[in-house]
Structure formats: structure tokens, C-alpha cells
């Protein structure tokens, strides 16, 4: 019927790192990918922490990553459509018996829309919800400064036109570290366009005699085409009147990342600015995940940040910007370990912006990119999914804004895009519930709508309730039209009455992309 994870506690390392907490996450995702053969068709899978408290808000430690389970709920719901997924935070200070009970009224919760709740040491019950603030930005900048700018994945690709739109702005010294080695190019690829990189490798080959593998020719055509980014985008940043440095280096590795960034300090002075744009895709099922696909994943992301954090002086920084995806946000189909990855990116932010409140963090969860990976075919089918393709010029003109802004953003989680798991994620037919609690005291506005001077809910509130009910639990779907609304009889604030609501939801059929629904709100008494 169902499988509960118990998240070993956090045990605090010297560094403060949670590094203890990357195997767990392993396990966890190779554990669940190994029992769908055994999971029921209408199932639950809980994963349960006990020491974060209010949904990952950790003390005393930095980088703690167990957050990175409320991913791999959301992913398994979006991937496995028959089976509910959930992360349980709950405070540490509980004994066994409220623990087991906290975990048993999750358990039993008819709501199924909520993928990540906690309890506080009051007992309090926190739930998350997928609200999207949109910033209004001003024209307000960061006093301008000479920053010196330490950059992840930064030559190529999304980061790389990010820093071009930052650039025009602020013409700093950018420090790109990358795995590529930046060699002149071969004479075979001279004067030669990408498109033809192939042709003219294989015509060199066949004049020496030799035979290729096609494993050969993509290295060579890969390597010849990085080098030409990494270089068109230095030239860019130097006619935009800022410094690039181009570094071959590791980031998975610490002990050479170190020797590496020291003498370019010395050089140009203390790092300012963290830009962490590097990451890797290995997507698959989740039952088909092995540990080499996670450990490439999630180290890219999470090892390679620690080990950059541990190179730089926080006291000097004023600036850091990490480069998160939707798949974390949302959870994704086929990204297991990568959703759980960028979600311990979200999770690092929330700490480095509350334990450094002198640093600017942004974590930017971006949706898919025009260009790149995604090319027209793919880019017509996230249309018909509902999934926004961010433009390149307006992702980078927003991260340029955002980052040298000086405005607060509601949270240093910053959404770009909508949910990408799109509307045609298989849809459950069954019948669904959830409980909600409405207080007097919480909403004046029922105390102004009464009748015979017994507070009444007011019927606009309620409808906004069941349309907001409605796309919790069909994600990617947007309310088209409400028909025949009908309102039984008032619901009232008083002794016979409770502060306790159902709405219940009943599915009824699916065409043309549209789903019909019977959806209804009730009082408990």
C-alpha cells in the first residue's frame, strides 16, 4: 500500500556541512526506484525528516540537503500518476510517541494535494504551496563597485548569455572556471562552420590512413565547438569593457580548485561575487536511476558549490547567485536526482541568505531556455504542454535586473516559468478531499458578511477556494469556466458550527485536453 522513508537526524559535521546527508539522499532514490514493482496501484510514499523544522528552515548548519526529498515526492507523484508522494518535516524535540502520531495523521491526510508539510515545536502545521511571486524591479541599482565575479559553468551556454545582459551593466572581472582546455584549434577545423566540423574531421582522418569511431568524432566536434563558445563569449565580455579569465579547472575536485583560484586573488583581488551556473543532465526514469547517475547529477550541483564556498571568503562577498531549476520547484518526470539536487540548491539559499544577511542570494529555479537543448520540435511540444520557453535575451535580462537590483525579493527563490511538468501528466480519476481551517479571528471579512448577525462565509471566498483547490491537485491545468455554482445552504461561524472545512472533488471525464470536475465545499460538524 505504500513505503515510509525515516531520514536518518542530521549529525553535524566539522565543516558544518551537511555532507553525511548525500548518501541518504542516494539511498532514498535508489530505494523508491526499487519497489514501484511493489507498490499498489493506489499507493503513498512519505519521506520523513525530523530536525529541520517550518520545511527545511535548519540551525546552526549550512548546506544541509534533506530538503532534497521534498523533490523526489514531488517527482514520484508527477512520474508514478497512481501514487501520492509527500516530505514530512517535523522539530526534533518530539519523543517517539508524537512523532509516530505526526506521521500517522500525514498518513491518513485525504488532502493529496500537498507534496511538503511540517510541524514546529508548537505543534504547528506548516504547508507549502507553489506560489509564484513576481518582483517588481526598480530602477534602483547596487552602488556601482569594481566586483570580481567567480563563475560556474559560466563560459557557455545560459550562463553564459546571463553574464553577457550582467556585463552591459556592470562591466566587472568575471572569473570562468570550465572542464574545457582552451587549446588553438585544430588545422582540420580552421575556417571550417560547425555544421560541416564532421565532414572535414572524417576527410583528415581518411588522409591519414586512420579509422574513427563515431565516440571519437562527437569528442573532437564537441571539443572544437566548446573551445569556439568559450572563446566568442571572452571576446564578447572584453568588447563589453569587462575582465575575463578563463580557468581550466574541476570544481568536484577541492584540493586543486584551491591551488587554482589563489593566485588569481592575489592577482585581482578577493572574490566578490559567486555565480554557480555549472550542472549536468543524466535523465531517466526513476526506477531505471543507478548511483553513477546520481553522483554525477547531484555532484555537479551540491559538491561542486561546497567546494567553491570553501575556497572563498564569506566575509568579502556580496553576492551569490545559484543556478536552480523548475525540476526542483515543481518536481520533473525523468529528472529524479536532478529535482532533488536543485532543490538542496533552494535549500542552501534560504541558510546563506538568513546566517549571511550581508550577502545578496538569489537562487534562480529556471524553466526550459530557447535555443540550446531545446530546439523547435521540443520547443512545440513544451507549447502544447502549457510550458513557458524562456527567450534567451529576456532570462538573462532578468537575472542581470535581479542581481544588481537592490530591491528585497519575498524569498531568495526566484521562479522563472511556469510549472514545467506541463498538463499532460496522466491524470487520476479518483475521487479527492482536503480539509481546510478557517478562523474569525484570521479574516476579519467574515465578521463583517453576516446574516441575522451569525458570520457567514461569503460566496465569492468560497468559490476563490475551490478554484484555488482545483489547480492544487491538477497541476498544469488552469480553470477555464465554473458552471452551475449553487450555494445549498450558508456556511456559518458560530457554537454549531466548526472552524472546519472539506472540499471534496469529484472527477468526472477527460477530452480535447480538458478535464470536467464536480467540485464542492462543506462544513465538518
Not at 570580481?148 to 557557455?156: C, N, P
Not at 565516440?215 to 568559450?230: D, F, H, T, W, Y
Not at 507549447?383 to 525579493?409: C, D, Y
Amino acid at each position: 500500500q505504500g513505503m515510509i522513508w525515516l531520514h536518518p537526524k542530521f549529525t553535524e559535521s566539522e565543516e558544518g556541512l551537511d555532507t553525511s546527508g548525500d548518501v541518504w539522499l542516494q539511498k532514498a532514490l535508489i530505494f523508491t526506484g526499487a519497489i514501484k514493482t511493489r507498490l499498489a496501484s493506489d499507493s503513498s510514499i512519505m519521506y520523513v525528516a525530523q530536525g529541520y523544522e517550518q520545511l527545511g528552515s535548519g540551525q546552526n548548519i549550512e548546506f544541509h540537503v534533506a530538503n532534497g526529498l521534498s523533490a523526489l515526492a514531488k517527482t514520484v507523484q508527477a512520474e508514478w500518476a497512481e501514487t501520492h508522494g509527500r516530505f514530512i518535516d517535523i522539530h526534533q524535540e518530539f519523543d517517539s510517541a508524537q512523532f509516530t502520531d505526526l506521521v500517522w495523521q500525514e498518513w491518513n491526510d485525504p488532502n493529496l494535494s500537498r507534496n511538503q508539510v511540517g510541524w514546529d515545536q508548537n505543534l504547528q502545521r506548516w504547508e507549502f504551496e507553489r506560489i509564484l511571486h513576481i518582483p517588481q524591479m526598480s530602477q534602483q541599482e547596487l552602488p556601482f563597485s569594481s566586483r570580481v565575479w567567480l563563475v560556474s559553468g559560466g563560459a557557455k551556454g545560459v550562463t553564459s548569455a546571463c553574464l553577457l545582459a550582467l556585463a552591459k551593466q556592470s562591466p566587472d572581472t568575471f572569473i570562468l572556471l570550465g572542464r574545457t582546455a582552451l587549446a588553438e584549434e585544430p588545422a582540420w577545423a580552421s575556417e571550417v562552420y560547425d555544421k560541416d566540423l564532421k565532414e572535414a574531421f572524417l576527410k583528415e582522418i581518411t588522409n591519414k590512413g586512420e579509422k574513427a569511431t563515431p565516440k571519437l568524432i562527437n569528442q573532437m566536434i564537441k571539443q572544437v565547438q566548446a573551445s569556439r563558445e568559450i572563446n566568442r563569449t571572452i571576446q564578447k565580455l572584453k568588447e563589453l569593457r569587462a575582465t575575463p579569465i578563463y580557468v581550466q579547472a574541476n570544481i568536484s575536485d577541492q584540493s586543486g580548485l584551491g591551488g587554482t583560484i589563489k593566485p588569481i586573488i592575489e592577482q585581482h583581488g578577493e572574490i566578490t561575487g559567486l555565480i554557480h551556473g555549472a550542472g549536468v543532465l543524466a535523465d531517466r526514469k526513476l526506477e531505471q536511476k543507478s548511483i553513477k547517475d546520481f553522483d554525477l547529477v547531484y555532484g555537479t550541483k551540491i559538491n561542486g558549490l561546497r567546494n567553491l564556498w570553501k575556497v572563498l571568503d564569506s566575509s568579502k562577498l556580496s553576492h551569490v547567485l545559484l543556478f536552480s531549476s523548475g525540476a526542483g520547484f515543481f518536481g520533473n518526470p525523468g529528472q529524479s536526482d536532478y529535482a532533488i539536487a536543485n532543490e538542496a540548491i533552494n535549500q542552501i539559499a534560504w541558510d546563506l541568505h538568513k546566517n549571511h544577511p550581508h550577502v545578496k542570494v538569489v537562487s534562480y529555479n529556471w524553466g526550459p531556455w530557447d535555443g540550446g537543448m531545446v530546439d523547435e520540435n521540443l520547443k512545440k511540444l513544451f507549447q502544447q504542454r502549457g510550458v513557458q520557453v524562456i527567450p534567451r535575451g529576456e532570462g538573462a535580462k532578468i537575472f542581470a535586473e535581479t542581481a544588481l537590483s537592490n530591491n528585497q525579493l519575498p524569498s531568495p527563490v526566484l521562479v522563472v516559468g511556469n510549472d514545467i511538468r506541463g498538463k499532460d501528466l496522466p491524470i487520476s480519476p479518483k475521487n479527492w478531499e482536503e480539509s481546510i481551517t478557517l478562523k474569525l479571528v484570521d479574516n476579519t471579512l467574515f465578521t463583517e458578511h453576516s446574516i441575522g448577525g451569525v458570520p457567514v462565509l461569503p460566496a465569492t471566498y468560497a468559490l476563490a477556494l475551490l478554484l484555488q483547490a482545483l489547480e492544487d491537485h491538477y497541476q498544469g491545468y488552469k480553470v477555464l469556466k465554473f458552471q452551475n455554482f449553487k450555494v445549498l445552504q450558508g456556511l456559518r461561524f458560530n457554537e454549531q458550527i466548526s472552524n472546519c472545512f472539506t472540499i471534496k472533488g469529484s472527477f468526472i471525464n477527460e477530452s480535447k485536453g480538458m478535464i470536467h470536475i464536480i467540485v464542492a465545499l462543506q462544513s465538518t460538524e
